[in-house]
């Protein structure tokens, strides 16, 4: 209720010109009467406009469209124009509802409502080109690609949603479609294969038939023992891996203990008694008490000179630093880096002071890469996060010839009908840079996005 009374507040201090207000409203569509129901839509509004909001446009979200008489009897009861209902029923993605409401008249009444002076609108594929291709895209997907998220939180899978979006955002621009199994890491630990065999073997079972794995954050003791686990497996048999955060400290932890052989290696976090502490709590965030404690919010990765060949580098454009955002804390212990770089497990990426451990990435691995930030946080739809593709790319065996190209995906014809060959190239920057431009020929392609064949 807070927020509505202070949308309520802000619609009086900028007047109703400067203010609109669409309300999204469940039509459904009960299967013994096969009849779409308003009643709900209606009870809603009554309440909204009890509350001091009136709604300009009604969303009616429906399984199927509602008819015009349907249309007119929410207008009649809710006293809002047919012209500024709009039914949207389910669609393929809902990355298509964007264009779906252009389609609809949406763009233009709200440049009457707010009284923004665009019209006449330019073609829709002039300034929606992005959203049409991307909606296309996702429909030609010719390819898939399994990937294991190895976490601790599984059993409500919404807990990794924006990791399952950045990998999907990845796929997409690759042209592949992601298949997901979660696999609950305490699974993967050896003291289940006799508290819970089925569980045990279904673990790795499911880690055993995936493509790349995602070793995600976390916080606690529980689970680690599994995720230390799954990252000795990809290390091992050279399955492309991506750690993040506490996925980014296992990785480390892993590698000290089976290639440094330091017994016991741990984290503070999990043993504060360990003989090897490769992992700490950071100095300035140790203030005893847990509140307040955590480095968070974006901040600068900078790139060692070393890097410049690196393949999370070059993802990321060879560029000499990024800014991804982070949450954690604890960190790679410093006084190990010299022994870990000497036995092939190469950091990277460092914060800006050079003290903090970032981004590292293992020599002579088809892509082994973990990084204490959140790299999903960043990652959009028409921007992937560089390392998600970097997986996606390594799983269907096409990063080296990616990197190769300078970072270039193979062009796809009209229909997805993908090239046999990587001859004619695409620059992802350059395509990025005609997205955002007006200058498209209403003739082109809506299709031209690329597609690794």
Not at 67 to 77: A, H, L, P, R, Y
Not at 89 to 102: A, C, I, Q, R, T
Not at 342 to 354: I, L, P, R, W
Not at 425 to 450: P, W
Request: hydrophobic letters at 35%.
């Amino acid at each position: 209720m807070a927020f509505v009374e202070a949308f309520r507040q802000f619609q009086f201090r900028v007047k109703r010109e400067n203010f609109c207000v669409a309300h999204v409203s469940l039509v459904p569509q009960p299967k013994t009467t096969g009849e779409h129901k308003t009643k709900p839509t209606q009870q809603s509004v009554r309440e909204l406009r009890g509350l001091g909001l009136s709604p300009d446009i009604i969303v009616c979200r429906s399984e199927r469209p509602i008819g015009d008489s349907v249309k007119e009897k929410i207008s009649n009861f809710c006293h809002v124009a047919p012209q500024q209902i709009i039914s949207i029923p389910d669609l393929y993605s809902v990355y298509e509802v964007p264009v779906f409401m252009e389609n609809h008249g949406m763009a233009e009444y709200l440049s009457k409502r707010l009284q923004l002076d665009i019209t006449p609108l330019p073609p829709l594929r002039k300034y929606m080109r992005s959203w049409i291709e991307l909606g296309e895209r996702m429909k030609h997907l010719k390819y898939e690609v399994t990937v294991g998220i190895v976490g601790k939180y599984t059993r409500l899978e919404d807990s990794y949603t924006s990791i399952t979006k950045a990998l999907n955002h990845a796929g997409n621009e690759i042209g592949c479609k992601v298949n997901i199994k979660f696999i609950e890491a305490s699974n993967l630990e050896a003291t289940m294969l006799v508290d819970d065999p089925v569980a045990y073997h279904s673990a790795w079972h499911n880690l055993c038939v995936c493509d790349c794995v995602v070793v995600p954050g976390g916080f606690g003791k529980r689970g680690v023992e599994g995720k230390i686990e799954a990252c000795k497996w990809c290390r091992v048999n050279g399955k492309p891996f991506l750690g993040i955060c506490l996925g980014f400290q296992t990785a480390v932890i892993e590698f000290a203990r089976n290639v440094l052989k330091m017994e016991g290696a741990n984290s503070t976090e999990v043993n504060e008694d360990t003989k090897y502490p490769v992992v700490i709590d950071m100095p300035e965030h140790n203030t005893g008490e847990m509140g307040g404690t955590m480095r968070l919010g974006k901040r600068t990765t900078v790139f060692k000179p070393s890097a410049i060949r690196s393949k999370i580098n070059r993802l990321y454009g060879s560029v000499d630093k990024i800014d991804e955002r982070h949450r954690h804390r604890y960190e790679v212990n410093p006084e190990y880096i010299q022994e870990f770089e000497k036995h092939g497990m190469q950091f990277v990426g460092v914060d800006v002071d050079q003290q903090r451990m970032e981004i590292l990435e293992l020599d002579n691995h088809p892509y082994y890469v973990a990084v204490q930030f959140h790299p999903e946080y960043l990652s959009r739809p028409m921007n992937p996060s560089p390392p998600f593709m970097g997986l996606i790319l390594a799983a269907r065996d096409k990063l080296k010839s990616y990197l190769h190209k300078g970072c270039k995906l193979s062009p796809r014809e009209p229909q997805s009908d993908y090239y046999d060959s990587d001859e004619e190239l695409h620059d992802l920057t350059a395509k990025k840079l005609n997205v955002g431009s007006n200058e498209h020929d209403d003739s082109s392609s809506a299709y031209s996005s690329s597609s690794v064949s």
